[in-house]
């Protein structure tokens, strides 16, 4: 089992990505973060989030049983509950993370062993046109997102691997290659 840390800025395709090996290969499952944050239309609780309190969320943190956390975009708590780990364990697969910049360096620093691995956009152009024709976020919260990209792209050298999202099968394809290379020690 190995853990993989995919970083790298809102709207980047890290969702589809991971939609995709999910849907493609048997030795690989999602993380699934707790958030303070509300689920948007048609994301299910347990499924694509745990949807908690800031009460819920801070005792996990109180009690230890978050591998990472972070305050995302200035606002919402996220957070890997360290009981994934144990699940993707009791599973035998490689464990997704879908995480932000703040939390792959906690994970880099608890767990070395973590393939990290940053998805660059085609463009920063580009980037924002995604990110807008998602048309889930208001004007003010896709300001701060791009602003948090900026400190994000800045920071892609910090990672084991770099992948640009040119095109989404692709990039999955090459995500699940390194993964596997990393396993057979190669
Ligand atoms: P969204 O609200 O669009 O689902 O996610 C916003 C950001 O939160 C994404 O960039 C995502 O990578 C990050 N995120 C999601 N789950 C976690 C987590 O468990 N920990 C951290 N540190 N960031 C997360």
Known sequence: MSLIVLAGPAGVGKGSIVKWILHNTDDFMLSVSATTRDPRP???DGVHYHFVTEESFRTLISQNQMLEWAQVH???LYGTPL???SRAEAQNKHLLLEIDLQGARQVRK???QALMIFINPPSFEELERRLRSRGTET???IQT???TAR???AAAGEFDYQLTNLDLEACAREVVE???RAERGS
Do not use: A, I, N
């Open 42 to 44: 048609g994301e299910v």
């Open 74 to 76: 200035g606002r919402h």
């Open 83 to 85: 009981s994934e780990l």
């Open 110 to 112: 608890k767990m070395p």
């Open 139 to 141: 004007e003010e919260q």
């Open 145 to 147: 997102r791009l602003s």
């Open 151 to 153: 400190t994000e792209l």
């Open 178 to 180: 390194l993964v596997h």
